[in-house]
């Protein structure tokens, strides 16, 4: 049985059910032993309707951090980053890539900066640029549209078609990732799905769109792809598993309106779980 160790690295929103919050426990229900590096502490994500949120970044600690596993005679078998606390971090995990990697370790780049055409509050085009630079090295990267424009410099649309989704994967692979996975892509009203893309091989996953907004899920999909792609399946098979994971935890939120900051992938777990051991 497969048993890997990996990295996340990407903030600690204490409540918000995204980023470590949300990647520990899918990645550890996965079956992978799961370290962290907080890039930054914040008493809320910074989405939706919070406001005043505490913030403290740990870009200093990095470096220390790294040294200390250094010392150690630690490696991994994948690094997996997602928002992180400062542009100047971006060094820190090019460092993080070329010393903590195993032979042969993934990268796996989820550029965590923005939904419906918009950088997170805080962010901006500097730091859109430090992640688009951490794509050259990554086995993989999972934008979203917005997050793809933001590093490609393409524009904005909300609606897709096969023309303006083939430019946006070009640029994309174009930063120098081997596999684009390319989330919320939506051709026709009702559904929506992820464009993978390998060399020059490109498949589409449709699946229904719910509309309703919900902050984390872009966390919540790039963990449960994480976690199955790091399982041995297939590029195009774990993009499947994580949709279906996510749009399973979307359904098991939708009926409570208070619910609105992230959402309750807790409950979906048993799914992921019972599906990966049918796949494997
Ligand atoms: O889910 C993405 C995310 C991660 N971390 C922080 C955020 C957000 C989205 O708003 O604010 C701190």
Redesign the pocket.
């Known amino acids: 049985m497969s048993y890997k160790r990996l990295l996340t690295v990407?903030?600690i929103?204490c409540l918000?059910q995204?980023?470590v919050t949300a990647a520990l426990p899918i990645l550890s229900a996965c079956g992978h032993e799961t370290c962290i590096i907080p890039s930054?502490v914040?008493s809320t994500?910074?989405?939706g309707s919070f406001t005043g949120y505490t913030f403290r970044d740990l870009t200093e600690d990095l470096p220390a951090i790294c040294r200390h596993w250094l010392r150690q005679g630690v490696s991994f078998d994948a690094v997996y980053t997602?928002?992180l606390g400062s542009t100047r971090q971006a060094a820190y995990v090019r460092e993080i890539f070329q010393t903590l990697l195993k032979p042969g370790g993934k990268i796996v780049v989820d550029p965590?900066m923005g939904d419906n055409g918009q950088l997170?509050?805080g962010l901006d085009a500097r730091y859109a640029q430090a992640i688009a630079g951490l794509c050259a090295g990554a086995d993989v990267i999972l934008p979203n549209i917005t997050e793809a424009c933001l590093m490609t410099g393409l524009e904005y649309r909300e609606q897709a078609d096969e023309a303006y989704t083939a430019r946006l994967l070009s640029a994309l692979l174009d930063l120098g990732a081997k596999s684009v996975v390319l989330t919320g892509v939506s051709y026709e009203p009702g559904t929506t799905g992820v464009l993978v893309r390998s060399g020059s091989e490109q498949r589409y996953y449709q699946h229904k769109h719910i509309p309703r907004m919900f902050?984390?899920t872009?966390?919540v999909y790039a963990s449960g792809f994480v976690g199955a792609w790091l399982k041995g399946l297939g590029l195009f098979e774990a993009a499947k598993i994580a949709a279906d994971f996510t749009v399973d935890a979307i359904r098991y939120t939708l009926d409570d309106p208070e619910h609105w900051y992230g959402v309750k992938f807790e409950l979906a777990l048993p799914g992921l779980i019972d599906r990966l051991r049918a796949e494997l």
């Open positions: 990407q903030d929103s918000g995204c980023s930054a914040l994500h910074t989405g997602g928002y965590a997170y509050a902050h984390g872009g966390d």
